[in-house]
Structure formats: structure tokens, C-alpha cells
């Protein structure tokens, strides 16, 4: 498929934008790439989902310009190239798209590769989920006196059916659902996954057993790694990219993390003993939290023992010594935890 220069539109910036209007267009856009150009649309360079994942690891913020992270050795053709040729690239090179430009690199169009469905809807996953619904989410009362926390509805729709289907729709089959607090409520509502052509059984907690816990309780004939998602929480994380990740680095375990920034109100004092070296009027710091999504090989799992409490990072921190791989995936997509009004009135506001 090939698109021209106007079509193009959605999927271009400016050289001098920031990452974060980088990762606005790929969320928005089903075409996976952005095209950097000039005032004078002089195509610079293109930025993939990876790139922006690369350049978060490294320590770079979503507010640095797009140049840090923008590829330059990309591969173009000009406009006589026909598109059979352009196919045997794009095959032999692995990649989707090939920018079509003049002999200044002016952009012309967009070679796309036909055929591919960019969210792999049509790939059956082997992966099971596990969602983990048995809290009493006490911070939402009394919304969750007589009603679970997964099952408050975002603009219509319960919480856990928003996450379920979003796994659906990448092509994952099998899941469990950890129950405890109103879990007759869930059960009955979710049945046995039939009305989604699914499969779903329950993990049934007589007492609370903590974030990983219920690890332990299910069948110990899981051969794939594990996607595990908390029930409380709104994202747009590409799986499949997660799954990937996951495998390409052979880790035992992965943590998605979301960037989060905390700006001090104060200015801080830095010293090194007793010595005064500088004061940084009201800086940010950058760290990632807890997105509250996993995958874990099933190895880890069968280490568990039955009717534990055990939380994740008791699991992560004391439990996976320096033996095991432990990766983290970083989200620059939308991510929220509705864990209080606030965020609940939050997620009612923005979630499409």
C-alpha cells in the first residue's frame, strides 16, 4: 500500500518536538511510525515504538527533543522504485515501511506493507492471564461496599471487561481470574468466558494472599510465561510488544514500569559531607512505579507454595535472587491505577 505525502500527515512532526508529541502520534496513529521532518518536509529521520522505549531505559524524558531518539539510517527509495521492489526490500530487511523521497529527501509518500494487521488481531497467543480481582478496594468507598473494584464501570463498561477485551483483541485465549472480596458477583458475570469465545476459570482465595500469592494456585501445567494485570488498572500498553520483550531478553521475570515525574516544591540543597555545592530551585525527579503488570516464566511459579501471602515485590526483592533475569518494560503509553475517586472520576474523563 503506498501513501502519499498528504496521507502522510497524521504521522509527521517536526524535527524540534518533544518525545512525548512523538508518542502522542503513535498512540493515535494504527500505521506504528512517526516521520521526523523539517519546516521544508525534509524527511530527518523516523521513530518507532522501540525507539522511544530505548531512549526511556537510557535515562531520557519524554520532554527531550525527538533528535535523541529519531533513526537516521532508515531505509527510503525514490518514486520509480516499483512496488514489487519495495516488497523484497521490506522482506529481506524485515520492516513494514519504507519511506518514498526525491533526490533532497523531500518526502513523497509512505510505503506500507499490505496485509499486515498492525494490532496482530489474527495471532493466537499461547500465553495464559492471570487478572488479579480480590481486593476490597477500600480507598473507593463506599462505591465498593456491594460492588467489587473490577467491576465499577468506566463509561459504561466494568473495569475488568475494558482489560479483558484488550487482551482479547491481541490474540490471547486463556485466562484466570483471582477472586476473594464479592467474587459470586464476578464469577457471575464473567461466566466461563463463553459470550467473548474465551476461556476463564477462577482462582478462589479464602483469604487474602497478597499480589503473587495466587501464583500459586494455579495449574502447574502452564508451560508459557505468564501475563499477569492487575484488575484496578486502565492502560494502552501494547502486549504483543510486552510479550516480545519479555522473550527477546530471555528474562525470568518482567515488570512494566510507568514513567512518573515528581517536581519538589522546595529548592534542594545539594552537599557533599558538610560542604554546600548547590542549590537546584525546584527540580524534577524521574522514576518508574509499579504499572501492576508482569510476566513470569512458569518456573517461578512452581516454586510457590500453596496458600501463601506473598506480595510482588516481597516475591521480586526477597524471594528471585541474582540467579533469576529480571527485566523492566517501560510504558510510555496511557497508563492510570483506579484505586481512588479521583483517579476513577479521572478515568471517566479520558478513557475513550
Request: glycine content about 6%.
Amino acid at each position: 500500500m503506498f501513501l502519499s505525502d498528504k496521507e502522510c500527515c497524521s504521522v509527521k512532526i517536526l524535527q524540534n518536538a518533544t518525545i512525548k508529541e512523538a508518542v502522542e502520534i503513535l498512540e493515535k496513529s494504527n500505521l506504528k511510525i512517526v516521520l521526523v521532518i523539517n519546516q521544508d518536509n525534509i524527511l530527518k529521520g523516523t521513530i518507532y515504538d522501540g525507539d522511544i522505549r530505548r531512549a526511556l531505559l537510557k535515562g531520557l524524558t519524554l520532554n527531550c527533543k525527538i533528535d535523541k531518539v529519531m533513526s537516521r539510517n532508515y531505509i527510503k527509495v525514490s518514486k520509480q522504485v516499483t512496488y514489487k521492489e519495495v516488497k523484497e526490500i521490506m522482506q529481506k530487511n524485515s520492516i513494514l515501511h519504507i519511506p518514498v523521497t526525491d533526490v533532497e529527501d523531500k518526502l513523497l509518500g509512505l510505503h506500507v506493507l499490505d496485509n499486515y494487521s498492525f494490532e496482530k488481531d489474527s495471532k493466537k497467543y499461547p500465553n495464559s492471564v492471570l487478572l488479579m480481582a480480590g481486593g476490597r478496594g477500600k480507598r473507593l468507598m463506599p462505591l465498593t461496599e456491594n460492588c467489587p473494584k473490577p467491576l465499577i464501570k468506566i463509561n459504561g463498561k466494568p473495569l475488568l471487561e475494558i482489560i479483558l477485551e484488550k487482551c482479547i483483541k491481541v490474540g490471547l485465549r486463556n485466562f484466570y481470574i483471582s477472586v476473594h472480596y464479592l467474587s459470586d458477583q464476578i464469577i457471575n458475570y464473567f461466566g466461563n468466558g463463553e459470550k467473548w469465545d474465551i476461556s476463564i476459570s477462577y482462582l478462589h482465595e479464602e483469604k487474602p494472599m497478597g499480589t503473587a500469592g495466587a501464583l500459586s494456585l494455579l495449574p502447574k501445567t502452564i508451560s508459557h510465561p505468564l501475563l499477569i494485570m492487575n484488575g484496578d488498572i486502565l492502560t494502552k500498553i501494547n502486549i504483543p510488544q510486552f510479550l516480545e520483550f519479555h522473550e527477546k531478553n530471555c528474562a525470568d521475570i518482567t515488570v512494566a514500569g510507568s514513567e512518573h515525574y515528581y517536581t519538589s516544591p522546595y529548592g534542594v540543597v545539594e552537599v557533599e559531607g558538610i560542604n554546600f555545592k548547590s542549590i537546584v530551585e525546584k527540580p524534577t525527579f524521574k522514576n518508574f512505579i509499579n504499572a501492576g503488570i508482569y510476566i513470569i516464566n512458569p518456573s517461578i511459579m512452581k516454586k510457590l507454595n500453596n496458600e501463601e501471602y506473598l506480595d510482588m515485590p516481597d516475591l521480586l526483592n526477597e524471594r528471585l535472587g541474582d540467579n533469576y533475569k529480571k527485566v523492566v518494560y517501560p510504558i510510555h503509553e496511557y497508563w492510570l491505577d483506579i484505586g481512588r475517586i479521583d483517579s476513577l472520576n479521572k478515568a471517566k474523563d479520558e478513557w475513550e
